[in-house]
Structure formats: C-alpha cells, structure tokens
C-alpha cells in the first residue's frame, strides 16, 4: 500500500495538487455568503460639498396675455456647468407656473429643448413640436422673452440663441424673427 | 507595379488636387460697386456665376423691381428686363436664356432662391442694361454708361403740346411740378446745356442744364395747366424717348403714366396645413383669408391693386410673403391670437420700429431718403422706399377709425337721463367689447423686408369669448374689414390723388423744335 503512495508522490504530482487545491481555495473563497453588516452612515465628506440652491426668476404670462407674471423659486441642478444650470432653469420653466394670475406659455409636458452653453450664450435647440405651435404675435413675444428672461436671470449670460433641430430658425412660431440672438436689452 | 497604373494614378492624384484646389479657390463672395454703392456679390455652390441681393441691386440701380411666380422684371424708363425666376439658384446659374429685353428673349442665367434670399444674376443684370461688368482685384465693378441727349423734338397743338427728349440709350427719369415749371431729371444722363423754343401754347420754351451726375430739363408751363411723362425704349434704330404731354386737360399737377399702380399686398396668416390659431372651430387660416378678401374688395373699388400672399387655402412661406411685400406700397399682414386662460382681447396694429429693417441697403436708403436735400434723388428714392415713419401714418387712420367702431356714437347720452324720467336709452358701439391699441415692436419677421408702409394686424383674440363673438359675426367682420380698408386708403390718399389719374398719350410728335 505505502509502496503504491510513494510511487505516485513524485514532486511533479505534489505541484499538481497543491495547484489544484489553491484554485478550489480560491474558487471557494469568491463564492462564499457574504456577512451581513449595518451600512455606515454617509458622513458630510462622503457626500462631498452640499450644491448650493439657485434662486431663479422665472418669467410666464400674466394673465392678461400681454405682461409677464415673474415666479421665484429655488431649484438643484444636475450640475454646476452653465449648461447643467440652463438645463434645469429651462426644465423648471416647463413645468408652468404654480401661483394664480399666471399663465404656462408652452404645454407642461412639452419636450425638453437641447440646451448648450456657449461662453456667455446659451443656445436653446428646440424640437419642432415648439415652433410649429402658433399663439400669434403677441403670446409669442411672451413665449421668446419668457424664456429669454428666465435664462438671462444666470449669472454671466448675456444672450440667448434659437435653433431648431440643430438648424438655424428664421422665427419661433411664425412671427418672432429669431436669426439673431436675443439680449436683455430686447425684452425689457 | 506597370509604369501605365503608376502615370494613371499619378494623373488621377493630380486630378483630384487640381479639382479641390479649384473648389477652394473660388470666392464664395466679392464686393460689387454699383453705382457709388458697395453690394455682396455671391456665387453659389459649384459655380463662377455672380448673383447679388435682387433688392440691393434695384435700390442700387436705380430700377423699379417687381416679382411675381416665374419672373423677376426691372424697369429702367422705357426698358423692361424680365429675368426668368427658378426655386434654386444653383440651376438657375446653369440656365442659358433667362432674360427677356423689352420681350425678346437673350442669353443670360436665371434669377433664383437662396435660403429664401431673392438673387439675380449680375452679369445677366449687367447685359440686359447693356452696362458692363468688370472684375478686378478689388471685386466686380458694375458701370452704366450715361445716356446722352440727342435732341429735343416738340409737337404743339390747339389740344396740348408734347416734348420728347430722345437719348442714345435708355434712361431712368424723375418728374415733378417746381412752381410753374415742370422738371424732368435724369439721372447718369449727360447732354448738352441748351435752351430749345418750342413756341406751343402751353409750352414755349424748354431749358437744359447740367447738374452733379444728372441732367435737369426745364419746362415753364402756362398757367393752370398740368402734365404727364412716360417713356418708350430704343428700338430698331429710334432712339429712347422720354415724353412730356402738356395740356389744360391735365387737372392734377404731376401725373407719371409710366408708374405702376398703388399696391397693396394682403398676406392672411396661416394656410395649408398650417391652421394658425384656432378655438371653438374657428381657424385663423379660414377667418384671415376671408377678411383679407373683404378688405381688398374694399379697396380694389378705389382703383386700387391687390395682391394676396394667398387666396386660397395654400400653404406659403415666411420667403414668400416677403417678398410679396418688396413689391407693395402698402403690405398688411393680418393674424389673431389665442392664449388659453387669458383674458386679453382686443386688436393690435403693429408697425416695426423705424431702425428695425433686418436688411442693411434698406435702412440705408432709408436714411438716405430722410436726410437727402435734393429733389430728383428723393423722388428717385421714394419710389423704391418710404421713410422709416411711414408705416406709423399707415397705423393711426387704421386705429382711429377702428377706435371709432368701439365706442358709443353719442358717448353723452347715458350721462345726462332724459328729463321724463324714463331710462336713458344707451348707445352701443358698431362693435362690442372691441378695444384697439397701436405698438411699435421688433423682430416681426414678415414687416423686415417690406420697403414701404407696413404693419401687422392682429385683428382679435381666440381665446377671448368676447372677440370670438364679433370674429364668428360676418357683419362684424365686414364692417371691421371696410374699417381697415378706408384707414388704408385715408393713408394713401396723397399718392393716389397723383397716380390714378391722367389720359395716355395718342399722337406721334411730328416738328421739330430749334436749340
């Protein structure tokens, strides 16, 4: 019996099994149940600084259909970009306003427009079910300098540039010429 | 590898640079001086063909431009270019007979379309003019040659006199009443100073003087007589003539038989698959064109001509109504509005700002009619553009008289009750709950190219269920429509009193007057 070990413990076959068990003790090892602990608790420096609030401005029709009604509200964006901050001033705009005496100038579950930032201009691509809406002359100049407004409300932007589906827009819906960018001095 | 694979590619290689370089080198644009004004010269893609901003080129020319489906026309005096129109101007450089001389037909490329931007050809331009068109380092330079004054001939007779100015080409011309005498300016023209007797009995003398770059004629007239001029091309050897009738049958003081009509371009919103504004089934698009009707009813009964961005159910574009507009002497476009929720109503006539006009040549003419002193080039001016407050005279008579439908008629009656003591008896306005305001505004696309007086109308509010009232009432909206269109014609009134009138010419001159 020993005689039939000893045959069979060569140095080569010692090397061979102690491999074989080192990947079974490792196999083992990756697959086995994981304790279940109490998650710590997420401290101020795992979360990282608090973003703060943006206090924004945003600008709907009053009721009359020729002035603005102005709403403030504070809001968190996705990020600290002009571009994460127009996006979520743009959204916010979207969702209309919540007090009386003021009037949403698009649907509220309009689609979002792709919003950029561009130095100190921020470049609104809106998708054609905006400019294809018709409200006449009038609502429409509230609907561009709504939104003109709102966004010019961010700090460092100075003017607000319309396309649509990537392409320049000769006007918003039909009246507002929009081939050039708008300013605050415009929508006074 | 075989040395002809090795050359042939090597061929091909050069080909290709040589293709690209050739892409790369041509301008996409060069500066064209016309006549001391400096214009953009473009070439569309693919090709060496110049085309220039077709309203630049007239203001700059000096010409009277009208489009309409298919043609571009220019006018200069008795000569009548109508270039061929195509959507595209990319094959409209490659079009080979596109322009017609007083009806025959020449070569020349087409006039065409680019990003909605009316562009003619410069060289065709240039050809049809027989002008000529030089292009050096500085960019292309288009040159007129004046037209001299050959001789002045004189038809006298119990019924009138005439006088004809014949010119070795054709010759763009203004005229006017200065006190007693008649003045024909024409500009770029040369000649001799001369006085000419005529000895008619209307017209005894005409005198000739050289002015800066253009040549004034004199006519004393006798005294409560009028005129009228109009121009005939040169042709098979007849020189250009330019003609002056005198005549006591003349009441109006200055009549220009060779002008156009006063027009008046009514562009109803909407159209086709755009219904514009719409509540309770009412469709801007239907409610505006039935409008527009009305009001060009009214207004073709007083002589005068109407054009419509549509008049029917189509759709038209911003491009379109633009350029319906450059043509127009007065351009009314005529919209509603509708916000849910809202409580506006009303009407709204509004006019851009003076300092709005997006296209540069425009405001410049602009600028140039208010401010130029001498009469010839201000009439020349005025008929290609009207100063920037023109279309602030256009709104008040409109507003005043639809202010006038929103009140009472007697507005005292329910101040004072009738001494019977019965109740006072209130008097209602032709419209209801109608309210007006005027606004100057900017950025309303449709007014940007209109040379003239313009405005938007917007004449209600949807939304409104007191304008929805009158707005669904055709008797309303008949009365509304004759409103706009005497304020309209209130604005014209001046320029109709000169253009509408004056009989036409129907004898040939026969003697000759003495220098």
């Known amino acids: ?188 | 590898m075989k040395p002809i694979f090795v050359i042939s590619r090597l061929i091909l290689s050069a080909l290709l640079v040589g293709v690209t370089a050739l892409v790369f080198a041509q301008p996409s644009s060069k500066l064209l001086r016309v006549g001391g004004l400096s214009l953009r010269a473009v070439f569309p893609a693919g090709t060496q063909v110049a085309y220039a901003d077709a309203s630049d080129l007239a203001v700059a020319l000096g010409l009277q431009l009208q489009v309409s489906q298919g043609a571009v026309t220019l006018v200069q005096g008795g000569r009548i270019l109508r270039i061929t129109l195509l959507e595209n101007v990319a094959s409209a450089a490659n079009y080979g007979w596109g322009l017609y001389v007083n009806g025959s037909n020449q070569r020349g490329q087409a006039a065409g379309y680019q990003a909605g931007q009316l562009l003619l050809p410069v060289r065709t331009v240039a050809n049809g003019l027989e002008a000529t068109l030089a292009d050096d380092a500085s960019g292309l330079v288009f040159n007129v040659p004046a037209a001299k004054l050959q001789t002045v001939r004189s038809d006298t007779s119990g019924e009138g006199d005439r006088v004809v100015f014949e010119f070795t080409r054709d010759v763009g011309f203004t005229a006017r009443l200065d006190g007693q005498d008649a003045v024909l300016n024409f500009p770029a023209a040369s000649g001799d100073e001369v006085n000419y007797e005529v000895g008619g009995a209307f017209v005894k003398t005409v005198e000739v003087r050289r002015g800066q770059s253009v040549l004034e004629a004199r006519v004393p007239l006798a005294n409560g007589v009028g005129f009228s001029t109009y121009a005939r091309p040169a042709a098979n050897g007849v020189p250009a003539r330019v003609v002056l009738n005198v005549s006591s049958s003349f009441t109006r003081p200055e009549v220009k038989l060779q002008d156009r009509q006063v027009k008046v371009v009514l562009d109803p919103a909407g159209g086709g698959a755009d219904a514009g504004v719409s509540a309770s089934g009412l469709r801007e698009k239907d409610l505006m064109l039935s409008f527009a009707r009305l009001i060009g009813k009214r207004l073709a009964t007083s002589g005068v001509q109407v054009r419509y961005t549509r008049n029917g159910d189509a759709n038209v574009s911003l491009s379109e109504r633009k350029q319906a507009s450059l043509s127009s002497d007065v351009f009314i476009s005529l919209s509603l509005v509708g916000l849910n929720g809202s409580s506006g109503s009303g009407s709204t006539i509004m006019t851009l700002a003076p300092d709005a006009a997006r296209d540069g040549l425009l405001a410049k003419a602009r600028a140039a009619l208010e401010t130029e002193t001498d009469e010839s080039r201000r009439r020349l001016l005025s008929d290609v553009v009207a100063v920037g407050g023109a279309s602030a005279l256009l709104a008040e008579p409109i507003q005043n008289r639809l202010l006038a439908l929103a009140k009472p008629p007697e507005a005292s009656s329910t101040t004072n009750p009738p001494a019977n003591g019965q109740t006072p008896t209130v008097s209602e306005p032709a419209i209801p709950g109608l309210s007006v305001q005027s606004l100057v505004v900017s950025r309303e696309a449709v007014l940007e190219m209109a040379p003239k007086a313009a405005a938007l109308i917007e004449l209600g509010w949807l939304s409104s269920d007191t304008d929805r009232v009158w707005l669904s009432n055709p008797e309303s909206m008949r009365l509304l429509a004759e409103t706009i269109a005497e304020g309209v014609l209130e604005y014209l009134a001046p320029v109709l009193n000169n253009a509408l009138t004056g009989p036409k010419p129907t004898s040939k001159p026969k003697t000759t007057g003495k220098p």
């Not at chain 1, 700090?155 to 827009?169: D, M």
Request: proline content about 7%.
């Open chain 1, 1 to 188: 019996m020993l005689k039939f070990f000893a045959r069979w413990l060569t140095p080569f076959n010692i090397i061979a099994l102690l491999f074989l068990g080192g990947v079974a003790t490792f196999r083992w090892f990756q697959e086995r149940p994981l304790a279940i602990g109490v998650a710590p608790e997420i401290t101020e420096f795992m979360r990282g600084p608090q973003r703060p609030a943006l206090n924004l401005k945003l600008y709907f029709a009053a009721v009359d259909g020729r002035n603005f009604a102005i709403e403030s509200r504070n809001i968190r964006t996705d990020g600290e970009t002009l571009g994460h901050r127009a996006d979520g001033t743009v959204r916010e705009w979207l969702k209309g306003p919540t007090a009386q005496g003021a009037l949403p100038l698009l649907p509220r579950d309009s689609a979002p427009p792709g919003v950029f930032a561009r130095k100190d201009s921020i470049v609104l691509d809106l998708p054609k079910s905006w400019v294809q809406r018709r409200m006449g002359r009038t609502a429409e100049w509230l609907y561009a300098c709504g939104l003109t407004n709102t966004l010019l409300g961010l700090e460092g932007v100075t003017s607000i540039t319309f396309l649509s589906e990537g392409k320049p827009l000769e006007t918003l819906a039909g009246h507002v010429s929009t081939r050039t960018p708008f300013t605050a001095q415009e929508c006074k």
